[in-house]
Structures are given as C-alpha cells and as structure tokens.
C-alpha cells in the first residue's frame, strides 16, 4: 500500500508560480514511478507529468511543457510540480499518483498504469 498527500495548491493570479508537493507513505518510495493527473471543472481528468522512479526520466503534457516542472526527493519520500507562469486553464484538482513496485525506469501517462491516488489540492488561477 501506498498513502498519498498532496498540497501546495491554492488562489493565484495568471502568471503566478506554485509548487506542489505529494508525501508518500507505505512501501519504499525509491521504488514508485510517479505522476500527475489534473481534472479541470466538468472536465475528465488528465494527465499532466510523469517521472521514473530514480528521478532520471521525465515527461509532460503539451499543454504544460516548458511551464511545469516535476521533480522528486527519494529520501524524503517527497515529489514535486513547480508550475510557473500559470494560466486559468490549469485551474483544476491536482492528483498525485503512485505505480508501486515499478524497477523498469519508466515513466506513465495513463490513469489505468497507477495503483494509487491521493485525495487532490484544488488550484484555481485567476485572470
């Protein structure tokens, strides 16, 4: 099993900057290829990064490329999304995802590839 708590989200104007943190808990995090999923207003939710589980391997969404950036800390357990420049098209419930037990080094796109979710930060961006 593994827990997952994000934060960091909040009110911003377009422009701003946040940074997201998702804490992991459970099994050991060094061994979870991770991600993050967005659902905007009546929308589906989507995919917005990924990262292998050594950190080395990263990949976006076009919709985010060049503004987010995911990152994670093995020893602290810890991933992150610094979201500069932000839009109110990114406003949305930010969702960390975990696919446990993954030694391949590769990173996921899809919502079906994760086993575990957390409970989501709501970010709005204001014009």
């Known amino acids: 099993q593994v827990q997952l708590v994000e934060s960091g989200g909040g009110l911003v104007q377009a422009g701003d900057s946040l940074r997201l943190s998702c804490a992991a808990s459970?099994?050991?995090?060094?061994?979870?290829?991770m991600g993050w999923f967005r659902q905007p207003p009546g929308k589906a939710r989507e995919y917005v990064a990924a990262i292998s589980m050594n950190g080395l391997y990263t990949d976006y969404a076009d919709s985010v490329k060049g503004r987010f950036t995911i990152s994670r800390d093995n020893a602290k357990s810890t991933m992150y999304l610094q979201m500069n420049s932000l839009k109110p098209e990114d406003t949305a419930i930010y969702y960390c995802?975990?696919?446990?037990?993954?030694?391949?080094?590769?990173?996921?796109?899809?919502?079906?590839?994760?086993?575990?979710w957390g409970q989501g930060t709501q970010v709005t961006v204001s014009s």
């Open positions: 459970g099994r050991p995090f060094s061994t979870n290829a």
């Open positions: 995802a975990a696919r446990a037990g993954d030694y391949s080094g590769s990173y996921y796109r899809t919502r079906v590839e994760y086993h575990f």
